[in-house]
């Protein structure tokens, strides 16, 4: 149960650093502003404020990974709080967004779906 967590973990990850690279390093760009729904205009004035959060989307991969490196390595404890740190932040961003715009259900779905597994492998193999 661990390894499958570990793995749903790290596909969680994976989705908030492509989150970060889309909206950090290519806000502005065509098929970024496709994927977001933006115009040039609306791309050009938050583009300081996508940057951010694409930050926040890299440290919450980041704190992801640490937690997948210290379960690896055999901290299970360790490992288990930072996973559910990163994880369980991923969710509640994906919910949050949900049911705030809930014309953009397939995003907060693409973004809280593998952290929602992860959770929940992370609680089973805890509590068995």
Do not use: D
Request: hydrophobic share 65%; no cysteine.
């Amino acid at each position: 149960m661990l390894t499958a967590a570990l793995i749903v973990a790290a596909l969680a990850a994976l989705v908030h650093v492509y989150i970060f690279v889309l909206e950090s390093l290519r806000w502005t760009e065509e098929s970024t502003r496709k994927t977001f729904g933006t115009s040039v205009e609306e791309a050009n004035a938050t583009k300081e404020l996508a940057f951010n959060q694409g930050f926040y989307n890299l440290f919450l991969a980041v704190v992801t990974a640490a937690g997948i490196i210290a379960a690896a390595a055999g901290h299970h404890g360790v490992g288990a709080a930072l996973v559910l740190a990163g994880a369980g932040s991923m969710l509640a961003a994906g919910l949050v967004l949900l049911i705030s715009s809930p014309a953009k259900a397939k995003a907060a779905l693409v973004q809280l779906t593998f952290p929602l597994i992860a959770v929940v492998l992370v609680v089973a193999w805890l509590i068995f």
